[in-house]
Antibody, heavy 117, light 112 residues
């Protein structure tokens, strides 16, 4: 059974960067297609980007292009999402999620990122 | 403003049947499959319906999905108190800005 375990909560100052990790167990990362979704407090879900297995590339939502980088370390089966130039509006819970049949079938527990001066 | 449109709230009494709508456009629901997620308070979303009407293993058959044109619906029959949660629809969008996943704004379901 696939499990995704994310890193702990982070508090960052405006302008800083944050890197959230997502450790895979039960499968290897190469067998999965990882995406990232965020949710601001009291708000809905927002897709940030993820791995497209059809062309082997990572695709990003236009809103985050230039500010987000998604990487994978297959030696440790860990996926990473780094978001730079943080602002208060980036305060949110960040989730990693695996795709299956174009849906997110397995989710991490979420990582709270707070941006505050 | 979400790309997919859902009613912000819905309600029903135990045992009742409730439906939640999701409206999109030709670039998302009109040309791709729809998925539904359930999010209980303080927890990560859970996949409820994929490919318009398929239930993952473990999801009760009280939950069903349908799609027609650029709209989709989630139906919950035999409503139970534990169904009180937020529900989100989602679909891939083939926009000019590049493909991506779009979500509805979410519907808060209250079991009266």
């Amino acid at each position: 059974q696939v499990q995704l375990v994310q890193s702990g909560a982070e508090v960052k100052k405006p302008g800083a960067s944050v890197k959230v990790s997502c450790k895979v167990s039960g499968y290897t990362l190469t067998e999965l297609s990882m995406h990232w979704v965020r949710q601001a407090p009291g708000k809905g879900l927002e897709w940030m980007g993820g791995f497209d297995p059809e062309d082997g590339e990572t695709i990003y939502a236009q809103k985050f292009q230039g500010r987000v980088t998604m990487t994978e370390d297959t030696s440790t089966d860990t996926a990473y999402m780094e978001l730079s130039s943080l602002r208060s509006e980036d305060t949110a819970v960040y989730y990693c999620a695996n795709t299956f049949e174009n849906a997110f079938d397995i989710w991490g527990q979420g990582t709270m990122v707070t941006v505050s001066s | 403003q979400s790309v997919l449109t859902q009613p912000p709230s819905a309600s029903g009494t135990p045992g009742q049947r409730v439906t939640i709508s999701c409206s999109g456009s030709s670039s998302n629901i009109g040309s791709n499959t729809v998925n539904w997620y359930q999010q209980l308070p303080g927890t990560a979303p859970k996949l409820l319906i994929y490919s318009n009407n398929q239930r993952p293993s473990g999801v009760p058959d009280r939950f069903s999905g349908s799609k027609s044109g650029t709209s989709a619906s989630l139906a919950i029959s035999g409503l139970q108190s534990e169904d009180e949660a937020d529900y989100y629809c989602a679909a891939w969008d083939d926009s000019l800005n590049g493909p991506g996943v779009v979500f509805g704004g979410g519907t808060k379901l209250t079991v009266l």
